[in-house]
Nanobody, 124 residues
Framework: QVQLVQSGGSVVQPGASVRLSCVVS????????MGWFRQVPMKAREFVAA????????YYSESVKDRFTVSRDVAKNTVYLQIDMLKSEDTAVYYC?????????????????WGQGTEVTVSS
C-alpha cells in the first residue's frame, strides 16, 4: 500500500509563507496525479490544488490560485504546496492524496491514498 508522509505545517503570522511536503513511498502506474486538500472542523474536505506526475500539469481551486503553488520532485517522489500571503482563513489541516485518474479536482472519487495531514495555523 502506498504511504504518504506529510510535513511542513506550523503556526505562522498573516502574510507569511509556508511550504508543505508530501513524500510518496512508491510511485504506481495507477497514480495519475497528486492532490492537495484542506479541512477545517465541521466542514467537508476542500480541494485546493493538484499536479500530474507526468508533465507537471497543475490545477487549482479558483479561491487559492493566486497564492498557492503546487510542484513536484519526481526524483524524490515528493510533492509540495507553497502557500504565500497566508490569511486566517487558510487555517486548516492540509492533506495530500494520490489521484488515480483525471479529473483530479474537488470530487473525492479518484483519490485513493491519503497522507496523515499537517496543520497550518495562521494567527497574529
Amino acid at each position: 500500500q502506498v504511504q504518504l508522509v506529510q510535513s511542513g505545517g506550523s503556526v505562522v503570522q498573516p502574510g507569511a509563507s509556508v511550504r508543505l511536503s508530501c513524500v510518496v513511498s512508491e510511485r504506481s502506474f495507477e497514480t495519475y496525479a497528486m492532490g492537495w486538500f484542506r479541512q477545517v472542523p465541521m466542514k467537508a474536505r476542500e480541494f485546493v490544488a493538484a499536479i500530474t506526475w507526468v508533465g507537471g500539469g497543475t490545477y487549482y481551486s479558483e479561491s487559492v490560485k493566486d497564492r498557492f503553488t503546487v510542484s513536484r520532485d519526481v526524483a524524490k517522489n515528493t510533492v509540495y504546496l507553497q502557500i504565500d500571503m497566508l490569511k486566517s482563513e487558510d487555517t486548516a489541516v492540509y492533506y495530500c492524496a494520490t489521484c488515480r485518474h483525471s479529473p483530479c479536482g474537488a470530487s473525492l472519487a479518484p483519490y485513493a491514498d491519503w497522507g496523515q495531514g499537517t496543520e497550518v495555523t495562521v494567527s497574529s
